[in-house]
């Protein structure tokens, strides 16, 4: 099997521009104005891939994706024009072909329902998710650890609202342990939560969650699966897409094992309408969108970016990206001239290639393209012809869509949801328990009432005072664990190993462990450490909460 996929060449074959497979985890761009090429030339990329055993991810944005999954026909409008450019490019093995596909859709729709459960996201990306305060961030990781602390899975929607009510109840107990935790918080907490719910993310929440394994895929062929994910309607909630999309990778990051430099990747992921990812988003997302590509390469994950402006993309993102081709841009405006300028600067220059000028001048279905040498540096930028795919171009009908969805490998795993007893159950049933018990006690006699009520009192503070005790020294011992094998790790392994604890899922054990010390030193007098915020009430736990979630934001 080749070792690279052919993108194409210059006029009569000279000068082929191929991807090296050993190299394309360093990551890419396709850009260009629209209706210059990218879609094809990612579709070219894509079956490359999926022809050499590498599965792939592609967030579908206009539903042209979906044409990868059936061949060409030689009735297609495209046909002719394909040909001929397969033969200009020197490409005599191109030919009408699908692709093995799956498809997924968060609203499950178009495709297999993709899920996942609270815990598993974390207080930190869902914060980000629902757009929160810093306040409400802290009182939303407190909602988690609490949930961790009392055995209440928080797997759906239904499961966080039933567990910030409870948090509402309690808000004047909690505030005494854990800082401000103020019902007007709780309350900003629901009302995003509940327009959350509108935007369709109930489906996103839930049970069977994703197994990736499910996406790194071949089939009986050896052929890597595409994984088409319909976008068109997350479009409409960019904050979701970019939140899941960011997900997605963490979750990778920390299921894959470090490979390296493997000879082809493990999974090469394709974001169109990139912009949507860096648009608005906070410095903490983009830190953490950043860090995230830096680090993920070495799992063997590659990441390319589609997008219209290659000013779109954060320098810190831009500069990871090795592989590039450079579809035609206009040059009309002040802004449409800066990017035109950035664009050739980020080449590797070729003698006699006036690359701005050649940027304004490119064909459709021609591009810039500098890809990554054997030896790592980029190539000399080369004027190119993109060579065409053997797939559809273009969108599949709603009946061929269905037809692939019932034939898939994936079958029926994910289609029906299941609500298991989770914490909205589990609070549910102890509301009803507390109202019977209080029926119970107003049968008895008024005496017995306050007795019992001050036993119960003085039990429930017993029992509050023993989790406490318990839970700092569990989490003692789990913070003595962790730091030897971190100690172990940062010995073994390259510095990045070390920030791989940073992942958004690990936030909401870390910052339970951490805001637990803390509550051991408020309860026990242990320390001393910014007592003098907790009485100016400013919410000890509150800030260090936020502090944390900085820090892990940061990478620690
Ligand atoms: N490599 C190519 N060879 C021949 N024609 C192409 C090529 N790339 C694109 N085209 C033509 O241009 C049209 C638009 O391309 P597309 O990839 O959808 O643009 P974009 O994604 O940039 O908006 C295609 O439908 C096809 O007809
Ligand atoms: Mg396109």
Same mark, same amino acid.
């Given at each position: 099997?080749?070792?690279?996929?052919?993108?194409?060449?210059?006029?009569?074959?000279?000068?082929?521009?191929?991807?090296?497979?050993?190299?394309?985890?360093?990551?890419?761009?396709?850009?260009?104005?629209?209706?210059?090429?990218?879609?094809?030339?990612?579709?070219?990329?894509?079956?490359?891939?999926?022809?050499?055993?590498?599965?792939?991810?592609?967030?579908?944005?206009?539903?042209?994706?979906?044409?990868?999954?059936?061949?060409?026909?030689?009735?297609?409008?495209?046909?002719?024009?394909?040909?001929?450019?397969?033969?200009?490019?020197?490409?005599?093995?191109?030919?009408?072909?699908?692709?093995?596909?799956?498809?997924?859709?968060?609203?499950?729709?178009?495709?297999?329902?993709?899920?996942?459960?609270?815990?598993?996201m974390g207080p930190l990306l869902l914060s980000r998710?629902?757009?929160?305060?810093?306040?409400?961030?802290?009182?939303?990781?407190? !909602?988690?650890?609490?949930?961790?602390?009392?055995?209440?899975?928080?797997?759906?929607?239904?499961?966080?609202?039933?567990?910030?009510?409870?948090?509402?109840?309690?808000?004047?107990?909690?505030?005494?342990?854990?800082?401000?935790?103020?019902?007007?918080?709780?309350?900003?907490?629901?009302?995003?939560?509940?327009?959350?719910?509108?935007?369709?993310?109930?489906?996103?929440?839930?049970?069977?969650?994703?197994?990736?394994?499910?996406?790194?895929?071949?089939?009986?062929?050896?052929?890597?699966?595409?994984?088409?994910?319909?976008?068109?309607? @997350?479009?409409?909630?960019?904050?979701?897409?970019?939140?899941? @999309?960011?997900?997605?990778?963490?979750? @990778?990051?920390?299921?894959?094992?470090?490979?390296?430099?493997?000879?082809?990747?493990?999974?090469?992921?394709?974001?169109?309408?990139?912009?949507?990812?860096?648009?608005?988003?906070?410095?903490?997302?983009?830190?953490?969108?950043?860090?995230?590509?830096?680090?993920?390469?070495?799992?063997?994950?590659?990441?390319?970016?589609?997008?219209?402006?290659?000013?779109?993309?954060?320098?810190?993102? !831009?500069?990871?990206?090795g592989n590039r081709v450079q579809h035609a841009l206009?040059?009309?405006?002040?802004?449409?001239?800066?990017?035109?300028? &950035?664009?050739?600067?980020?080449?590797?220059?070729?003698?006699?290639?006036?690359?701005?000028?050649?940027?304004?001048?490119?064909?459709?279905?021609?591009?810039?393209?500098?890809?990554?040498?054997?030896?790592?540096?980029?190539?000399?930028?080369?004027?190119?012809?993109?060579?065409?795919?053997?797939?559809?171009?273009?969108?599949?009908?709603?009946?061929?869509?269905?037809?692939?969805?019932?034939?898939?490998?994936?079958?029926?795993?994910?289609?029906?949801?299941?609500?298991?007893?989770?914490?909205?159950?589990?609070? &549910?049933?102890?509301?009803?328990?507390?109202?019977?018990?209080?029926?119970?006690?107003?049968?008895?006699?008024?005496?017995?009432?306050?007795?019992?009520?001050?036993?119960?009192?003085?039990?429930?503070?017993?029992?509050?005072?023993?989790?406490?005790?318990?839970?700092?020294?569990?989490?003692?011992?789990?913070?003595?664990?962790?730091?030897?094998?971190?100690?172990?790790?940062?010995?073994?392994?390259?510095?990045? &190993?070390?920030?791989?604890?940073?992942?958004?899922?690990?936030?909401?054990?870390?910052?339970?462990?951490?805001?637990?010390?803390?509550?051991?030193?408020?309860?026990?007098?242990?320390?001393?450490?910014?007592?003098?915020?907790?009485?100016?009430?400013?919410?000890?736990?509150?800030?260090?909460?936020?502090?944390?979630?900085?820090?892990? @934001?940061?990478?620690?």
């Amino acid at each position: 099997m080749s070792d690279v996929i052919l993108i194409g060449s210059g006029v009569g074959g000279a000068d082929p521009q191929a991807l090296q497979l050993r190299l394309a985890n360093r990551h890419g761009l396709i850009a260009g104005a629209t209706g210059t090429g990218k879609t094809v030339t990612l579709q070219r990329i894509v079956e490359g891939f999926s022809a050499a055993g590498v599965p792939c991810f592609v967030a579908d944005v206009k539903g042209d994706l979906a044409g990868l999954a059936m061949a060409g026909s030689a009735t297609a409008k495209t046909y002719a024009a394909f040909s001929a450019r397969a033969a200009e490019v020197g490409d005599t093995d191109w030919r009408s072909r699908d692709n093995p596909t799956q498809f997924w859709d968060l609203f499950g729709e178009q495709g297999h329902p993709i899920r996942t459960t609270a815990t598993e996201m974390g207080p930190l990306l869902l914060s980000r998710l629902l757009d929160l305060s810093e306040a409400q961030e802290g009182v939303l990781a407190i !909602a988690f650890h609490l949930a961790d602390e009392e055995g209440l899975p928080l797997i759906d929607l239904g499961d966080l609202q039933a567990m910030l009510a409870n948090v509402a109840g309690r808000a004047a107990e909690l505030t005494t342990t854990y800082g401000n935790v103020t019902k007007q918080s709780v309350g900003a907490i629901q009302r995003a939560l509940l327009q959350l719910r509108s935007q369709g993310a109930e489906h996103f929440f839930g049970e069977p969650a994703l197994d990736l394994d499910d996406f790194i895929a071949v089939d009986d062929k050896g052929r890597g699966v595409v994984n088409v994910l319909a976008a068109d309607k @997350l479009m409409a909630s960019p904050q979701l897409y970019a939140t899941f @999309l960011l997900w997605l990778l963490s979750e @990778l990051f920390e299921a894959l094992p470090e490979v390296g430099d493997p000879d082809k990747p493990k999974l090469c992921f394709f974001f169109d309408e990139a912009h949507l990812l860096f648009d608005n988003a906070p410095a903490a997302l983009l830190t953490k969108i950043e860090q995230v590509v830096r680090l993920i390469r070495s799992k063997g994950v590659g990441v390319y970016f589609i997008t219209q402006n290659p000013l779109d993309i954060p320098d810190k993102v !831009a500069g990871q990206l090795g592989n590039r081709v450079q579809h035609a841009l206009r040059a009309f405006t002040p802004r449409d001239q800066a990017a035109v300028r &950035a664009a050739a600067e980020t080449f590797r220059p070729r003698p006699g290639l006036d690359v701005a000028a050649a940027i304004t001048e490119l064909k459709v279905g021609e591009a810039l393209v500098s890809l990554l040498q054997p030896d790592g540096s980029p190539a000399p930028v080369a004027r190119t012809l993109i060579a065409p795919p053997g797939s559809r171009v273009g969108p599949i009908t709603p009946e061929e869509r269905r037809v692939l969805i019932e034939t898939d490998a994936i079958g029926d795993k994910y289609d029906q949801a299941v609500d298991r007893e989770s914490a909205e159950e589990m609070l &549910a049933a102890k509301t009803q328990e507390s109202a019977a018990a209080a029926a119970e006690s107003k049968a008895a006699g008024a005496a017995e009432k306050t007795a019992a009520a001050q036993a119960k009192e003085d039990a429930r503070a017993e029992r509050a005072r023993l989790a406490v005790e318990r839970a700092v020294q569990r989490d003692q011992e789990r913070a003595e664990a962790a730091a030897r094998r971190e100690a172990q790790r940062a010995q073994a392994n390259d510095p990045w &190993a070390k920030m791989a604890t940073s992942a958004a899922r690990s936030a909401s054990s870390s910052i339970g462990r951490q805001v637990a010390n803390e509550i051991g030193r408020e309860v026990f007098g242990g320390g001393t450490r910014r007592r003098s915020s907790a009485s100016s009430g400013g919410g000890l736990i509150g800030s260090v909460a936020r502090s944390i979630l900085g820090n892990l @934001l940061r990478g620690r």
